[in-house]
């Protein structure tokens, strides 16, 4: 089981060649974009080497944080669905070394995340 096959169940598969221009420059030397899921205005691209996590700020979405995590940081995952009277869902990551995981929420309405064998 990974955050991969977690996130596939709340979220739509973006079409990777459409991904060229805004990810080239940030890849490295090797590096090749494997899958990558949109959730609501936010993407999770996974690479052979690393996960980044796109979150769109503002009313717009033009502002964009990029956080770059690879595979060797993250010591473990959770992934906490939105129940009756939640507003979210949250997927939370821990990085070696750090103690307060990365967080991130999602509206009620993406809440179908589910694990996959």
Same mark, same amino acid.
């Given at each position: 089981?990974?955050? =991969?096959?977690?996130?596939? $169940?709340?979220?739509? &598969?973006? #079409?990777?060649?459409?991904l060229a +221009?805004? =990810?080239? /420059?940030?890849?490295?030397?090797?590096?090749?974009?494997?899958?990558?899921?949109?959730?609501?205005? @936010?993407?999770?691209?996974?690479?052979? &080497?690393?996960?980044? !996590?796109? +979150?769109?700020? $503002?009313?717009t979405g033009?502002?964009?944080?990029? !956080?770059?995590?690879?595979?060797? +940081?993250?010591?473990?995952?959770?992934?906490?669905?939105? $129940?009756?009277? +939640?507003? #979210?869902?949250?997927?939370?990551?821990?990085?070696? $070394? @750090?103690?307060? /995981?990365?967080? &991130?929420? =999602? /509206?009620?309405?993406?809440?179908?995340?589910? =694990?996959?064998?």
């Amino acid at each position: 089981m990974s955050i =991969f096959n977690a996130l596939m $169940g709340n979220s739509t &598969k973006v #079409d990777l060649a459409k991904l060229a +221009d805004e =990810f080239g /420059p940030l890849l490295i030397e090797g590096e090749q974009i494997k899958g990558a899921y949109r959730v609501v205005r @936010d993407m999770f691209v996974f690479t052979n &080497k690393r996960c980044i !996590l796109v +979150d769109r700020q $503002g009313v717009t979405g033009r502002k964009t944080e990029y !956080l770059s995590i690879p595979y060797h +940081d993250i010591a473990r995952y959770a992934v906490e669905t939105a $129940g009756s009277f +939640d507003m #979210d869902a949250e997927l939370k990551i821990w990085l070696r $070394g @750090d103690s307060q /995981p990365i967080v &991130k929420q =999602f /509206p009620k309405v993406a809440n179908t995340l589910r =694990f996959t064998a």
